[in-house]
Structure formats: C-alpha cells, structure tokens
C-alpha cells in the first residue's frame, strides 16, 4: 500500500502520552506540515502558537476538559483562525481542517501520537495563548510520544458513504 494511504489508515487518536520531549526538528516538520495545507485563494489562515512549558501546559490544563491530554503532552498545537487573512468563514473553517490532518499525519509518520481537541471560541484559552485581535482558537493538538497504542475503530462501508449520479 501507498505510504499515505498507509499513514491514513494507520493513524490513531492517541490520548496519552510519555514524557519523553519532541524533537526541535519534529516540531518543525510537523508545524510546516500544517502550514503546507490547501487553502481558498491560498489565504493561509491558519496561525500557531505552540504550548511546551509545564507550568503553560498546567494552566491550559485547567481551562479545558481534556486537562490530562493537555497536561502531560509535552506539546500542544493551538491552531488559531485568523480572520484578517481569510476570506470565508466557511472555506477557512475547511483549510484549518486541512492543515489539523497534516499536523495529525505528520506527527504519525515521525512516530509521534496527537489528537484533535475540538476546543474553538474559547475567550479565556485565547487569553492564555496570547492570541491576537482577529485570531480565535480553532482546536487544540496535544502530541507527543504515544504512552498506548490505540485499536483501529470500524469505518462505515463505502457503499453506505457513496452515491453514484
């Protein structure tokens, strides 16, 4: 099978982590993944702040229900929408979704684990990130070395996904 297919098919949520520290250069690739993703009219709306110190880590932790993910990933990927880049609500929302499975696969194949925390609009996590005036959180990606290895979970069958016209 294709690698890409493979990564697709293989990739998993993972929820806990090691302690073990990421690489620099794994936060590089994984964060130029993100930003290769496709966007409308190549707006690139999409902005990053990346969350490595403990006591960040442990603050961010007591905003959100996933405080063990956050918490004990040794980095988390806040993805922020930024309004003044985009053009449309709707096709930015799809980039920053594009660019959130970059950063999943890209993770995946330096044989890190991630998971997408749907966190979005949160004023007081955006407080915390700094973030500026036009930018509004989009999701959280807590990664880092897995600590489990999650089972594959059934996908629907394609004939009952797909219509053919």
């Not at 089972?151 to 069958?157: D, F, Y």
Request: charged residues 30%; aromatic residues 4%.
């Amino acid at each position: 099978m294709n690698e890409v297919l493979k990564a697709i098919h293989d990739r998993r949520s993972v929820r806990a982590f090691r302690s073990q520290p990421v690489e620099p250069e794994a936060l590089e690739a994984i964060l130029d993944a993100g930003r290769w993703a496709p966007s409308g009219r190549n707006t690139q709306p999409w902005r990053f702040v990346v969350v490595e110190s403990e006591a960040k880590r442990a603050e961010l932790g007591k905003l959100v229900p996933q405080r063990d993910m956050v918490r004990t990933a040794p980095v988390t990927i806040a993805v922020l929408l930024d309004r003044a880049a985009g053009y449309d609500e709707l096709k930015d929302a799809q980039a920053i979704g594009a660019c959130a499975q970059n950063i999943l696969l890209a993770a995946h194949a330096l044989g890190l684990g991630a998971c997408w925390i749907g966190r979005a609009r949160d004023r007081e996590v955006e407080a915390l990130l700094g973030a500026r005036e036009a930018e509004e959180l989009m999701m959280l990606i807590p990664l880092g070395f897995p600590a489990e290895a999650p089972p594959g979970r059934e996908r629907r069958p394609l004939s009952e996904l797909v219509r053919r016209i």
